[in-house]
């Protein structure tokens, strides 16, 4: 199992910007790529992007593609979520996550191990 921990989050004014960390301990071998998901009040947890650990091919939601960046260091077991140009719909709770799969990254299904969440507040 990965052990997952969040960090960074907090309240920004619309058009700021954010970089959450995730840094991942325990079996981190096992693991292919790590993914970051959000979810806000009252609604489905979502797929916000993804990073294959080896090689480093991004994917991104469309909602955020241009305004994220997912990158990771190896050596530190820690991936990142550069958020810029935020806005209120980007107001969530954002949990990271590792899969052990090299494919299938949008589908919450296909990771194994999640973190405990960091609230992002983007105020108008």
Not at 95 to 123: E, I, K, M
Request: aromatic share 12%.
């Amino acid at each position: 199992q990965v052990q997952l921990v969040e960090s960074g989050g907090g309240l920004v004014q619309a058009g700021g910007s954010l970089r959450l960390s995730c840094a991942a301990s325990g079996r981190t071998v096992s693991s292919a790529a790590m993914g970051w998901f959000r979810q806000a009040p009252g609604k489905e947890r979502e797929f916000v992007a993804a990073i294959r650990l080896i090689g480093g091919s991004t994917y991104y939601a469309d909602s955020v593609k241009g305004r994220f960046t997912i990158s990771r260091d190896n050596a530190k077991n820690t991936v990142y979520l550069q958020m810029n140009s935020l806005k209120p719909e980007d107001t969530a709770d954002y949990y990271c996550a590792a899969s052990p799969h090299n494919y299938g990254f949008l589908y919450a299904s296909r990771y194994d191990s999640w973190g405990q969440g960091t609230q992002v507040t983007v105020s108008s």
